[in-house]
């Protein structure tokens, strides 16, 4: 009985000792006197960068393997800051198991952007690589710098733009030269064909009232118009092209599609549509913040069309405002160009820094940002 009493014992204390060692973890010790970082052996560059060749091969980063004194998979973190800032505040650009990371040339432009330096000016930021074991970033150790020196472009994308010009409309045949006139207010761009434009507002009709449609304020050529019932541009046909009308006097929609050369003008009522006494932007992207409003120009030929012009934004999000005042709002989720709803609780329109002209139409709530500069 005792020989049982000791083997039963002895046996459960086994079902312990095997217990204990299974629940308990490995323990890894780091000896530090046999590590190193990883070393990076690409050299410092000045690279071009060009909006045309954003889509080819930019730059590769390259780097050795960390060494550590034990067996176990190492993760790498490319930090980038802006030069001789001591990565105060890095930026994190990826992680990867590889040796290598590359990037096309827009990719280094929208990295430098977010970085904040400036389009079109030269400037350096460096990369470094920042080794570290297992999923957790433990026993990070940083590798060499080394600094890229570039002139980022302006990610704003250009394109092309109409603008009223004639008797029927609020300037005039004032094509913008003269100070103190009404702008040459912009139609509206389909946010998702750059061939396509809009327009909800007011214009004279019958007797000799007539309008067109230019390309740039300021300068006449090149001018839009009418050719034998199509739309025309004065490029295309060597000379300035026939004047466009309305029949009479009233609120028209006017859409044109430069790529199929086609226009329309559709009476548009009017009636019953809200007036207001003030509209304006707010947002982080705004002046004055998600605060207060920054007002529009109400135009005195048309009291539903605003503008405001030469406003400086920046990165963020902004809507138009009535009164001042919520829940009055509109909004829209794209960018640059789009027709914003005050349904509901509308989205946030998107904005990238710049300076702008903005047009605003309260009928139909269509808006439009003209970069300038």
């Known amino acids: 009985m005792k020989k049982i009493s000791i083997l039963m014992f002895a046996f459960i204390a086994l079902l312990c000792f095997n217990a204990c060692v299974e629940d308990e973890e490995p323990t890894f010790v780091i000896q530090q006197e046999q590590t190193e970082g990883p070393l990076i052996v690409t050299a410092n560059s000045t690279l071009a960068l060009s909006k045309e060749n954003a889509d080819l091969p930019g730059f590769t980063l390259v780097w050795e393997d960390a060494g550590y004194n034990v067996n176990t998979p190492i993760s790498y973190a490319i930090q980038a800051a802006v030069a001789g800032t001591d990565f105060a505040t890095p930026l994190e650009v990826a992680t990867t198991t590889d040796r290598f990371y590359s990037w096309t040339i827009g ?52 394109r092309k733009n109409l603008f009223l010009v004639g008797s029927a409309t609020a300037p005039g045949w004032n094509n913008g030269s003269e100070p103190g006139q009404h702008p040459n207010t912009a139609l509206v761009r389909d946010p998702n064909n750059d061939n396509l434009f809009k327009f909800t507002g ?32 004065s490029e295309v046909l060597g000379g300035d092209p026939g004047v466009l009308s309305v029949a009479a006097d009233g609120y028209y929609e006017i859409t044109v599609d430069i790529e199929n050369l086609t226009y329309e003008t559709a009476a548009f009522d009017a009636t019953g549509a809200a007036s207001y ?84 139409s309260d009928l139909d709530g269509r808006y439009i940002f003209i970069p300038k500069g």
């Open 277 to 360: 006494a003030t509209i304006g932007i707010i947002g982080d992207s705004t002046p004055d913040g998600w605060d207060s409003d920054t007002d529009m120009i109400q135009s005195p030929f048309n009291e539903h069309l605003w503008y405001i012009l030469d406003v400086g934004l920046v990165d963020g999000e902004m809507k138009f405002r009535h009164s001042n005042d919520w829940p009055g709002n509109w909004g829209a989720d794209t960018a640059v160009s789009g027709q914003a709803t005050t349904d509901g609780n509308p989205p946030n329109i998107p904005v990238t820094a710049g300076t702008y002209d903005i047009w605003f």
């Open 202 to 233: 007011w214009f004279l009709g019958g007797g000799d009232n007539a309008f067109k449609l230019l390309e740039t304020p300021g300068f006449w050529q090149p001018q839009w118009g009418d050719d034998s019932g199509a739309i025309a541009s």
């Open 107 to 158: 990719e280094l432009n929208g990295l430098a952007l977010l970085l904040e330096l400036n389009p079109d000016a030269e400037a350096s930021f460096e990369l470094r690589v920042v080794s570290s074991l297992g999923t957790n970033g433990g026993s990070s150790i940083n590798s060499n710098v080394i600094s890229l020196t570039v002139t980022p472009y302006s990610t704003v994308i250009v």
